[in-house]
């Protein structure tokens, strides 16, 4: 039985019954039941874990679509990290880009780089350059596979081997729920994957560059994510919605002023 013949109010049960058989699988296993369940879009941001999810599924054969958002703000790293793993893998990974007239309507709003002035206009970004693009990459699929770790963040912490996403109305697969980072580092050795250069520059966590920076020793994986905003709950809304609401007006949730977040040897571009 696939998706299609299931109606949205039978599949918040049926993840929840993949929730349960993913965990006794391996990864092949898990992507390949993932795989026969629907149309299955897995995105990837190149970062390691989504490496290890990319290689799994092009040494497999795997059909499942290979997606990433390029919001015009990525390391070029990153990018050039886009072309290698193709060629490694033998695959094609479909690029979605922001649309112009919304890049140019949010400068006009907030400036160019406003996201580092408010969470709202950080948010406003992150919905232009990552949100509407990504309905674009899941438009008409019944899985989506994401390379979230329960390691990643305490925001994370709980994250399911499958959940049912009633905004998309479809099921969600984190097939590497339980790997620790240990286990990512040692499969990427085993395996040779290529990955971004920049995770031995001390960036676990690798997202558009005037928003990411390298971690201090002993700081949270995804501690140089936005890191002049004070919630160490910040989300970009792809996976975790954030909830900096105008209901909240604890300060622990408002953006420093740019002056006193950024360094003067912060690059912004």
């Known amino acids: ?139 008409g699929a019944d899985i989506w596979i994401t390379g979230l770790r329960r390691g990643q963040s305490g925001n994370r912490a709980t994250t399911p081997f499958a959940e049912y996403d009633a905004e998309r109305n479809l099921i969600k697969i984190n097939p590497l729920a339980d790997w620790d980072i240990e286990t990512i580092h040692a499969h990427v050795a085993a395996e040779a994957i290529p990955v971004n250069p920049l995770h031995g520059r001390g960036y676990p966590s690798i997202g558009c560059e005037p928003c990411t920076r390298a971690i201090k020793p002993g700081e949270p994986e995804r501690a140089g994510r936005w890191w002049w905003e004070n919630d160490e709950k910040r989300e970009c809304g792809l996976h975790v919605p954030d909830n900096h609401g105008a209901e909240d007006s604890s300060q622990q949730n408002v953006a420093q002023p740019v002056s006193q977040a950024i360094s003067p040897a912060s690059a912004v571009r």
């Open 1 to 139: 039985m696939t998706l299609h013949e299931i109606t949205s109010h039978g599949r918040p049960a049926l993840a929840a019954d993949l929730n349960t058989e993913l965990q006794n699988l391996d990864l092949a296993g898990r992507l390949a039941l993932a795989a026969k369940l629907g149309r299955a879009v897995f995105t990837t941001s190149l970062g390691i874990e989504d490496q290890v999810i990319t290689a799994a599924i092009g040494t497999h054969r795997l059909p499942i679509e290979v997606s990433t958002l390029e919001t015009g703000r990525l390391f070029k790293e990153t990018v050039d990290l886009i072309a290698e793993t193709e060629a490694r893998f033998d695959m094609s990974i479909r690029r979605f880009f922001p649309e112009q007239d919304d890049i140019d309507a949010y400068a006009e709003k907030y400036g160019l780089n406003g996201f580092y002035d408010s969470v709202e206009a950080r948010h406003a970004c992150c919905h232009v350059r990552k949100l509407k693009p990504l309905a674009k990459a899941l438009a």
